[in-house]
């Protein structure tokens, strides 16, 4: 789920490399155990989650030294409030075939909108989980009235924009919607045939240009 080693995820910044980190388990004892699931016919493919570009290539290259699995996606976040995926990995995305598998591309139901200016719907995910802050801040939600406000001056719907922008990416190999309600599961699924004109994406990356990844 994510790596063992000590690393930044779910949004750490200011990498600390730590000398006297605690033994973890050998990348390729990782890859080797893998292999007999695979070789087992247990698991077509394998991939890595919330994983840096270090991880992904450092994989890579015990996969082809070693005559291992070779990772096939990489699960981690991506979405309007937070693109650093774009920042390493989608390259490595287009020049190894390693996928997007996204999560969160609402950011955790937030870009619907629905939590604007305090607002926090019953039975909601941040109104059962008031821990998860990650997209939430000041500047999040700045962004979000932002992006909401794209959707509807061209008569979208925020929540499909934001699914719709992420399925517009080039590097995306699926999209991991969730849904609390069928009406959101439906909502969400209707994104899949939405694609933004040019105009809808200038103004996304004016966005995220004036405030970029306020959720990293």
Request: proline content about 6%; hydrophobic content about 40%.
């Amino acid at each position: 789920h994510w790596p063992e080693r000590s690393t930044n995820y779910f949004g750490r910044l200011g990498y600390v490399h730590n000398e006297n980190e605690e033994e973890t388990t050998p990348l390729e004892e990782s890859l080797a155990a893998l292999k007999e699931l695979v070789d087992a016919g247990k698991v077509r493919a394998i991939g890595l989650s919330n994983e840096t570009p270090w991880g992904v290539m450092k994989m890579l290259q015990l996969a082809e030294r070693l005559g291992l699995p070779r990772v096939a996606s990489v699960q981690n976040p991506y979405n309007l409030l937070n693109r650093t995926y774009e920042v390493g990995l989608a390259e490595i995305a287009h020049r190894e075939n390693v996928g997007l598998l996204a999560y969160s591309p609402l950011a955790f139901g937030v870009l619907s909108g629905k939590y604007l200016d305090g607002v926090r719907p019953e039975n909601a995910r941040l109104t059962l989980y008031e821990r998860f802050k990650r997209y939430t801040s000041p500047l999040a939600e700045q962004a979000t009235q932002a992006y909401v406000e794209i959707a509807r001056h061209h008569e979208l719907d925020p929540a499909q924009m934001a699914l719709a922008f992420v399925n517009s990416r080039s590097f995306l190999t699926s999209n991991i919607i969730g849904a609390t309600t069928m009406e959101q599961l439906e909502y969400n699924l209707a994104s899949e045939s939405l694609k933004l004109d040019q105009e809808v994406l200038d103004a996304i990356e004016e966005v995220h240009q004036r405030i970029p990844n306020p959720s990293p």
